[in-house]
């Protein structure tokens, strides 16, 4: 289970974060308070924005808001009975107004019974200072969360969809709420007018580079009466299939800081005035086949933080229990013990003593008792393992120096391509190596003498990039039995 989940979910739920924040469910009851919203002063808005302000799921305005919160808390009590409650100020901009407006509804809903916090839907460009002060105090009194639309990192998106601010006015925003220490969570939609994956992807990347606690995710949905309504009929622009956006959203999941909690993964538009995509009205679908899918390929939230992540996942799918396997470098050993775990007996080698004593210390933690330490450079593999010759189901090759040692000291491109080539020779039919590069000096010539072997010998190998930035760290995957 991911350690960020209570329900065997592959991604940081919110329920995990509330049930242990406040050691008990609790719900978010959907208010409006009838706010306006700044970007109608020109009686457009935001072009895919229903009547009701995104708030069609919210209570009634024309009730006051304890009755709102009555009539959502007796549908929950019904099925979920002494639980805890937070107040969201959903529809429209709930801080576009005076701040003595503000705190009127904002205090009222603290002394509803059982709530414990409250979250305010709003827009970067809509919080002035003397709002932030009052906000700040706030803060400081009850467990506060904003919710900021972004909806794309990319400002021809943001101008298209007639947003009327751009992404620095948006990063200001989510800065002075930081200063503060309030909780942000950004509203992001898949399937905006012209993006393409990338584009989507980018988004994810910036967001991962700010200081966020929360995220929601949509799919664009064309409603009835918008001005998206009239540009989805005249210019037909893609929208995205179920398909198309459950892979995205496996991909920006993997992509995601983990410690950024997943509010949304999806968004079900009302009935009555939703246009398309149709499938998003089968919320419960989407959802289950986005889990699906993580759980094809693997994965899970912040996949990509680490090449590593990939390493285990090779390793966890390949290794069967009878396997001989090799850490051809141990370091501190974490994935020596990571194989400990998966095959019957391995060796772990690594030339300096130092290694040896922290793979050893970590190992006698676990009482691992299917390992044998070796003290001596890889290169010398066929000859240590001699009586394993044929026998070795990989090899795992964690290039570079020893991490909290000295740097000084590195695998080096001769010996490493000397082990490789002796690993190839001591592997059984179904064998692979594992050889994770990384961009400092040697390391950049370790791969290029790798790359150039296989590429010369034609020795079938993949190789996995968790990123785009060709100087960061990636894995080869060397599948020799295909040697011509």
Known sequence: MFKYSLDNKRYHTLNYDLTKRFGTRVFKVSLNAGFSCPNFKNGTGCIYCSAKGSGDFAGDKNDDLLTQFNKIKQKLNNKWPDTKYIAYFQANTNTYAPVKVLKEKFEK???????????????????????????????????????????????????????????????????????????????????????????????IKHLNKLDIQGIKIHMLHVLKNTPLENYYKKTKFHLLTKEEYVNIICDQIEELNEKIVIHRLTGDGAKENLIAPVWTLKKVSVLNDVDKELKRRGTYQGFNKSILNRVNLICNNFIKKGDVVVDATCGNGNDTLMLSKLAKKVFSFDIQKKAIENTKKLLDKYAVDNVTLINDSHENIDIILKQYNTKISLVLFNLGYLPGGDKSITTNHTSTLNAIKKSIKILNKKGIILATCYPHEEGKKESIEIMNYLNKNNIKYLTYHNTTNKDAPYLIEIKPKNIN
């Open 109 to 203: 809903v603290l002394t509803f019974p059982n709530v414990v916090g409250i979250n305010i839907g709003t827009r970067p460009d809509a919080i002035s200072d003397e709002c932030l002060k009052y906000l700040s105090d706030l803060n400081k009194r009850t467990f506060l969360t904003i919710e900021l639309g972004l909806q794309s990192m990319h400002n021809k998106t943001l101008k298209l969809i007639n947003r009327g601010h751009d992404l620095n006015c948006f990063d200001a925003c989510v800065k002075r709420l930081r200063e503060k220490d309030i909780n942000v969570v950004v509203h992001i939609i898949n399937g905006l007018p012209y993006e393409t994956h990338d584009m989507m992807m980018d988004t």
